[in-house]
C-alpha cells in the first residue's frame, strides 16, 4: 500500500507543478488557464478554487478504503481540510 501512495504523491506533486506553473502565465499573460469555481469551503468561510488549492500546505493523503486516494491540506484559518483525487489507487 506504501508503494501506491507514494506513486499517488508523486502524481498529485506533478500535478501542483504543472497549475502553479499555469498560474505563473497568467498572472505573466493575463490569459486564464485553471478554472475558477470553488471544490472546496471551509467552515471559516473561506473558498478554494483548483488554483487555490494547488498552493495550500498538504498535510498528507490517505486511502478512502475503497481505491481512491484523500488529500489533506490546511486552510488559512488553521483548519485541515479533504477532498478525494479523481485519481484511482490500483493495485
Known amino acids: 500500500m506504501t508503494a501506491r501512495l507514494d506513486a499517488a504523491v508523486a502524481r498529485m506533486d506533478a500535478l501542483i507543478d504543472t497549475v502553479r506553473a499555469d ?4 498572472r505573466e499573460s493575463g490569459v486564464f488557464l ?6 472546496k469551503t ?10 487555490s488549492w494547488a498552493e495550500l500546505p498538504r498535510v498528507g493523503l490517505m486511502s478512502d478504503g475503497e481505491g481512491g486516494v484523500i488529500t489533506m491540506r490546511n ?3 488553521g483548519s485541515t481540510l479533504a477532498i478525494e483525487l479523481l485519481m484511482q489507487v490500483t493495485a
Open 42 to 51: 471551509c467552515a471559516c468561510g473561506r473558498s478554494y478554487t483548483e488554483a
Open 23 to 26: 498560474i505563473k502565465r497568467e
Open 34 to 39: 485553471i478554472q475558477r469555481h470553488t471544490i
Open 75 to 77: 486552510c488559512t484559518c
